[in-house]
């Protein structure tokens, strides 16, 4: 009985990602999809990915960004729409484009000879605060997409040399999935 069971908990541990990680994409094609109206499963997300894809396009050539810059200027004026707009630019460019935040990860010595915690510089700087001596860090949360900021002494800061992208896989599995040295 107790091979069984085993047997089971092994299916269990296969199944369960994959079935989660299915749904997961079968609710966004639906989502997508009725939100266009198209009666082929998965053909709104393809349009989706294309879109944007066409947006990145346009994005790198000088014309196109010039149009759509003052369209960001005037989302930028209006105010509730500001406060969405600038929030939600600044978190994706922490994580893609060219002034990626995500890539400097550290080890924090948050109590002498114990605790150590993982997370990324932000800001190297903290002199517009007086703190010449500390710089911003950013700690995920594991299982979670959510994290804290905390100013932290310089010298309780060890850099890590490992990817931005693995490191951050790292922390939000809470340590399971494993980082490549």
Do not use: C
Not at 79 to 99: H, N, Q, R
């Amino acid at each position: 009985m107790k091979r069984l069971a085993n047997y089971f908990l092994q299916g269990l541990v296969f199944l369960v990602p994959i079935a989660l990680t299915i749904y997961a994409f079968v609710w966004a094609f639906r989502i997508v999809d009725g939100w266009l109206g198209l009666p082929v499963p998965g053909l709104g997300l393809l349009v989706m990915l294309v879109g944007i894809t066409l947006i990145g396009f346009l994005l790198s050539h000088l014309v196109t960004r010039k149009v759509l810059s003052i369209f960001e200027a005037f989302l930028v004026r209006v105010p509730i729409a500001k406060f969405l707009f600038t929030a939600v630019k600044d978190l994706m460019g922490a994580f893609v484009g060219e002034k990626r935040r995500f890539d400097r990860p550290v080890i924090v010595e948050a109590l002498p000879g114990g605790l150590m915690m993982l997370g990324f510089i932000t800001r190297e700087s903290l002199d517009m605060w007086q703190l010449a001596d500390s710089v911003a860090v950013y700690f995920p949360q594991s299982y979670n997409f959510a994290g804290f900021l905390a100013v932290v002494p310089r010298s309780r800061v060890r850099p890590v040399t490992v990817d931005g992208s693995q490191f951050m896989a790292f922390i939000v599995s809470g340590g399971i999935t494993g980082v490549a040295t």
